[in-house]
């Protein structure tokens, strides 16, 4: 039995009309680590959240805009230039109904970031004006697959165990990051400036949100395709207790 990923979405407007997006690279990533993806529109009604919520397995938050800095009691620096509130809004409610159920979780760059906020923690809203002396987080120009730099896993972490690495080398794209972890998480990998580059739930649900993006580098380098299997052998856990 393939599990179902259900994967968060983000609305872009064109124009002429307004489309439910999100990369292919998060959908060709979980199909290739044995996974059904779906995606889940920008619907913030609480009864539609619980349909979808009965319907997957496990759900993936992606990427995307800057969460509002309002929603963790800061104005916003100079550089928050992109928000979205409502998908603020619709992502922390589905967050936090996904994590009364137990259902796994994957937490990608703003997923990860939506996930700290939504839990209690605070960012860093611009890496660069806020953190002296950091590396590049953010090489816009860099294809999407090229590793940029390195990330040390703390050995106690789920991250350890699914990469068997104390070292990777990620892309980054990214000009915020998690300040204050929220409660029940723990920081599981960092870069060598002292950034955190993933956290971890404590608790027994699995939630491991990482700041790289593995969905664009499973092509290039298939050993990224670890972190969805792992998701998706929770998924077919979660299934079975469901
Ligand atoms: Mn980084």
């Keep these: 039995m393939k599990?179902?990923?259900g994967i968060t979405t983000f609305c872009e407007d064109k124009p002429k009309k307004t489309?439910?997006?999100?990369?292919?690279?998060?959908?060709?990533?979980?199909?290739?680590a044995g996974g059904t993806p779906i995606t889940i529109p920008l619907i913030k009604t609480e009864e539609d959240i619980q349909n979808y919520l009965d319907i997957v397995d496990a759900l993936l938050f992606s990427g995307g805009e800057d969460v509002n800095p309002l929603a963790y009691g800061e104005n916003p620096v100079r550089e928050v230039k992109h928000t979205s509130p409502e998908r603020d809004e619709y992502e922390t409610l589905l967050y936090k109904e996904a994590l009364k159920r137990n259902i796994?979780?994957?937490?990608?760059?703003?997923?990860?970031?939506?996930?700290?906020?939504?839990?209690?923690?605070?960012?860093y809203q611009d890496i660069n004006s806020q953190v002296p002396n950091t590396l590049g987080h953010c090489p816009f120009e860099?294809?999407?697959?090229?590793?940029?730099?390195?990330?040390?896993?703390?050995?106690?972490?789920?991250?350890?165990?699914?990469?068997?690495?104390?070292?990777?080398?990620?892309?980054?794209?990214?000009?915020?990051?998690?300040?204050?972890?929220?409660?029940?998480?723990?920081?599981?990998?960092?870069?060598?400036?002292?950034?955190?580059?993933?956290i971890e739930y404590q608790g027994d649900s699995f939630i491991v949100c990482v700041q790289w993006h593995p969905e664009d580098l499973t092509i290039h380098h298939p050993?990224?395709?670890k972190l969805f299997k792992a998701l998706v052998d929770e998924a077919i856990r979660y299934n079975k207790l469901k």
């Design 3 to 5: 599990p179902i990923i």
């Design 19 to 32: 489309y439910s997006s999100v990369s292919y690279n998060y959908i060709k990533s979980v199909h290739l």
């Design 104 to 123: 796994p979780i994957l937490g990608i760059c703003r997923g990860t970031q939506l996930i700290n906020i939504a839990s209690g923690g605070t960012l």
């Design 142 to 198: 860099n294809p999407v697959h090229n590793l940029y730099h390195t990330v040390n896993l703390e050995a106690d972490s789920k991250l350890f165990n699914i990469f068997e690495a104390k070292e990777l080398k990620v892309n980054s794209f990214h000009h915020q990051a998690v300040n204050k972890i929220a409660p029940n998480f723990k920081a599981t990998a960092f870069s060598s400036d002292g950034i955190i580059e993933a």
């Design 223 to 225: 050993h990224f395709v």
